[in-house]
């Protein structure tokens, strides 16, 4: 279930909080749920707040009706021409999740809601062993109780070398650290 980025359509788009987060430093990512359009309301109202307890404002939503229409109180907001364009990978009969904030919020909140939707709909083949070389960490965070830069890997990592010019202009979104991690499942 990867995250797609949204941020582009989000910025064109009418729905205030997409555009906010698009045009204001912040991303928007997508989670599609195959087959997702036939949780109930109250379930997917049940995953805002699963959201929310984990730092996001909310969780914003759609389903893809068999018509290929929009349905979702955000619907209206929206141009399903330019939806369709913007994430083809989202059929018929789909639920899509998004979440807009800053990369950090985004990341964490859709990352978690997408572990917890994988164990839910069985998903996840428990019985498998896959290891996973982890690149790209971003370099930094902002610390706003400390008023500074933090480290997130750790301190004793350098920036990217195709990266260094953009500590002037956008470390926490673009600056990459040489690091990396191997997860086991």
Do not use: C
């Amino acid at each position: 279930m990867p995250l797609y980025d949204m941020t582009a359509f989000g910025a064109a788009s009418e729905f205030k909080v997409f555009k906010d987060a698009a045009t204001k430093g912040g991303i928007v990512k997508a989670l599609i749920v195959k087959g997702g359009a036939t949780l109930s309301r109250t379930r997917i109202d049940a995953l805002g707040e699963t959201a929310k307890s984990f730092g996001a404002k909310g969780l914003a939503w759609l389903k893809l009706t068999a018509e290929g229409q929009l349905e979702s109180v955000i619907a209206k907001f929206l141009d399903a021409k330019a939806f369709a364009a913007a994430l083809p990978e989202a059929k018929p009969g789909d639920l899509v999740l998004f979440g807009a904030d800053k990369s950090s919020v985004v990341h964490d909140v859709m990352g978690r809601i997408r572990l917890l939707l994988g164990e839910e709909l069985k998903l996840i083949d428990t019985t498998a062993w896959k290891p996973l070389w982890v690149v790209d960490f971003p370099m930094l965070d902002y610390d706003a109780e400390q008023k500074r830069y933090v480290a997130i890997h750790h301190p004793f990592t350098a920036a990217l070398d195709e990266d260094l010019g953009l500590f002037e202009t956008d470390p926490l979104e673009k600056v990459k650290a040489k690091a990396y991690d191997m997860v086991l499942n």
